[in-house]
């Protein structure tokens, strides 16, 4: 790209999956002058100089973020609170502060109150990722054709909002704003149930005896198969997401939970027509999917 | 390939995605003389063999079966009482009745009552398919690299057996023979229950309000996509299958039920602990599929 770099230096609070994924993006787009990676393990910041992620790579967030202009936290949304503390008191004035986190009511909760008045926050979510993790798992192809939510509070400067939002849109994505809230609730659905449920089954197989495991595992291309590669993605990042999005995760897996005891009777009564009426209705869905196009 | 046909004449009872898989890989592989499907509707017969996937296509059973040394059903498995009684007495002597359902103890239960004793029956599960359905969905190479299993009832002879092992390893398959009972349980596991689970949240998601199953299907890449595919499959077959393996999936459901309800519970009283103890252990589960080969 022969365009201007739109940030001055980039500090990247965590260096797993998607924080890489950024550098390396940021670094192929030409998007940033220079980038400063931040994490807590020695071995990981020695990976990331190894694979050219970033110019210099820091213990510290306060140290890592000085003379930064864009500050994208990319650790497990658990740890913001206190990676927004340390790093507060070393912002510089005018920087922005976004994030990568796949819940965002709970991560504006958390970050907004340790943020200095003349700082900029603006939360966001690619809706992207892989099953695999850390810095060797990143690749800067991972947004592109994905979606970016933005979620900015009320009396965000818009101008700072628009500046994340051509970052992510020069990475490949297609931006969209909303309310934290609503963003909570849709992804509950399309994300945070969907790996809850493919943990679950994944783990009532690891429950089975021994012998019967191993058969799963030879046969598992049946169907179960895909809900392994699922239940793979890192267990500390889902850890987080559950606790921090807790009513709209259990509102929706009320609803699944009901909808499994109707299918449930209807398999223990024989009720074949309401069997194949549900199943029918769930074709449609996937044609709405695919009409959307993101099949 | 230049080896001789396995069989002078298969018969193919259904040509949906499984029974047009085969006629294709057939006669790529040489494995019979010639194929006579037979099908309900005119309209599929006329596709199948404007596809050129048989000589000859059948409305009824009893003609379809005629002469033929190898027939296999290939109908949804609720289908095979009413199939087995009507092409019997016409059934060549020493012909061997085979079939693709996804459960066993059911399709010996509804066909081998109704088949003369001058008539092999072994029974066949290709633990392969796709979501898409009918004659046009067949491609000659669905069953490569996938298991077989089949599951003949005892004091079958075992050159029946051979034989038609000796087809689906032409077809590119693994070959594994198993009781029926204990193959049901297995695939309730790897195959049923996960459909039921896909199955079950994409109606979820059919029962939300309209604008949010729009943002549903417009978010759908963060996992719920994985699921809609699965639960676009087949639902009559998917119908039969629930209906005629309820103990074996109401049992799996039952644990798959109390798993979930103590990630819920886990949740609700914000148990990081016991969430990233789950994750961590579906992890190695992943480990073992990828290890078996299936991943």
Known sequence: MATDPLFERLALIGVGLIGSSIARLAQSEGLVREIVVCARSEQTRAKALELGLAGRAEAEPGTAVEGADLVILCAPVGANAALAEAMAPHLAPGAIVSDVGSVKAAVIRDVAPHLPENVHFVPGHPVAGTENSGPEAGFAELFEERWCILTPPEGTD????????????????????????????????????????????????????????AEVFKYAAGGFRDFTRIAASDPVMWRDIFVNNREAVLEMLGRFSEDLTALQRAIRRGDAELLEEVFTRTRAIRKGVVDAGQA
């Open 158 to 213: 818009p101008a700072a909002v628009e500046r994340v939002a051509e970052f992510w849109r020069r990475a490949g994505s297609k931006v969209e704003i909303m309310d934290a809230a609503h963003h909570d609730v849709v992804l509950a659905i399309t994300s945070h149930l969907p790996h809850l449920i493919a943990y679950n089954i994944v783990d009532t197989v690891a429950d089975l005896e021994a012998t019967t495991k």
